[in-house]
Structures are given as C-alpha cells and as structure tokens.
C-alpha cells in the first residue's frame, strides 16, 4: 500500500482515510488529538468521519468494516474513530465538525481536516 501519512518520520501504511474513500460515503474526514500536536509519540490517532446519509455500514466487509467499530479500529489501525451520518449531524455538518476542537475541560485542541484530491 503507498505511504499516507507521515509524522515523526513515522510511516503509517494503512489509515483510516485509505479504507475510507473507496466507500464512496465519505464526506468529510477530520484528524484531532494529540497527532496534531507537537506531541513527540503520540499513542494513537484521532479521527471522526463524516459520513453521507446513504452510508450503511453494514454493506462493508474485510478492514473497511473494522474502521466503524470504535474497539475494532483501535485494536486493528490504532485509531480512535468516530463517525456518523450527516441526517445525525443536527446542529448541521461543521458544527459537528467543529465539536472535536473542544476538549472535555472546555479548553480548545487543534484538528486538521483532510481533503482528498478526486482520484
């Protein structure tokens, strides 16, 4: 598989984003967490995908499938992931977004959203 993501001269082979795309749902996918921070070695990654409302996860099969079970993706890719459909998102798409900037104590972390370039 070719090299997504790099940080700390860390190589990551298969992300998140890598599985995601070819679904076809994806619409919006954003990093947070200690990744996106000075952070030396970060333990994990932080991701929450946005995903269209005709998404259903259920159709997946293989690691694709693993990604939208939270236990599953940290265990398999190492990610925390969160996702869900835009029709949950009631505040609107990047009101849900910009909920991951905020940290449980009020304070405001960085995020980074990914924008892929059309294949």
């Not at 298969?14 to 070695?41: A, D, I, M, N, W």
Request: hydrophobic letters at 40%; one cysteine or more.
């Amino acid at each position: 598989m070719e090299r997504t993501v790099s940080r700390h001269d860390t190589a990551y082979e298969t992300t998140p984003v890598t599985f995601c795309r070819p679904s076809g749902h994806l619409k919006r996918f954003v990093v947070f967490g200690s990744f996106v921070t000075h952070k030396p070695e970060p333990n994990d990654v932080d991701v929450f995908l946005l995903m269209e409302d005709t998404f259903d996860g259920s159709q997946l099969a293989g690691e694709i499938r693993l990604l939208f079970d939270h236990a599953a993706a940290q265990a398999h890719f190492g990610a925390s992931v969160f996702w869900l459909r835009c029709l949950a998102a009631s505040d609107g798409e990047q009101a849900a977004v910009e909920y991951w900037q905020v940290k449980r104590g009020g304070g405001q972390r960085g995020i980074v959203e990914i924008i892929s370039e059309a294949p």
